[in-house]
């Protein structure tokens, strides 16, 4: 069983175009996140939601847009893409508690021409 | 600056050499430290967790946190190929709701 999933796997797509990531963990958790990792693998946290709520957004332009229709999934919505969106996107969750241990998704690799 | 630097690599070593991974932090008030393995066109994986200044062992990993320096490293002894990935220096606040990452190490181990 696939803990955390997310689609699609890989994502070529237009500038300017508007394109979703979904993701799913199965692992009851009630924290999710969306993390972006550039060509240089620094992995920069985008958002996070606790049990459907946004408690994280870190500087993220508007044309990102989170939706947590509950909390076992968290989606990702990008208007207007652009060339620098290129990277890869991962979804994580964690149980909380004190360790914050975070379940990483396979990740999905945007590539925006 | 920074909250978390991590040494940059790229390092490559002979199978069975000893690798020091490394990490130095700013945050005083991180209390967890974590080391992510990812393999390549993988996510990350959490490979051990510490909480406390000293060192923690699991097979051939070895975690050491020396909060006095905020210093961490991670150790492997006899490095095999299927060591080869990037490695993930993590740490966080109690509660805080997120962690924060360093920027990885890539290691290389050749046969």
């Known amino acids: 069983d696939t803990a955390v999933s997310q689609t699609p796997k890989y994502l070529v797509t237009q500038m300017g175009n508007d394109k979703s990531i979904k993701c799913e963990q199965n692992?009851?958790?009630?924290?999710m996140y969306w993390y972006k990792q550039d060509s240089k693998k620094f992995l920069k946290i985008m958002f996070s939601?606790?049990?459907?709520?946004?408690?994280i957004n870190e500087t993220v332009p508007n044309r990102f847009s989170p939706k947590s229709p509950d909390k076992a999934h968290l989606n990702l919505h990008i208007n207007s893409l652009e060339l620098g969106d290129s990277a890869v996107y991962f979804c994580?969750?964690?149980?909380?508690?004190?360790?914050?241990?975070?379940?990483f998704g396979p990740g999905t690799r945007l590539t925006v021409l | 600056q920074k909250e978390v630097e991590q040494d940059p690599g790229p390092l490559s070593v002979p199978e069975g050499a000893i690798v020091s991974l490394n990490c130095t932090y700013s945050n005083s008030a991180f209390q967890y430290f974590m080391w992510y393995r990812q393999y390549s066109r993988k996510g990350p994986e959490l490979l051990m967790y510490t909480y406390s200044s000293g060192n923690k062992e699991d097979g051939r990993f070895t975690a050491q946190v020396d909060k006095s320096s905020k210093y961490i490293s991670l150790f492997i002894r006899d490095s095999q190929p299927s060591d080869s990935a990037t490695y993930l220096c993590?740490?966080?606040?109690?509660?805080?709701?997120?962690?924060?990452f360093g920027d990885g190490t890539t290691l290389t181990v050749k046969p």
């Open positions: 692992l009851g958790h009630d924290t």
């Open positions: 939601y606790n049990n459907k709520e946004l408690i």
């Open positions: 993590a740490m966080s606040v109690f509660d805080a709701g997120k962690s924060t």
């Open positions: 994580a969750s964690t149980g909380g508690g004190s360790t914050d241990t975070q379940y």
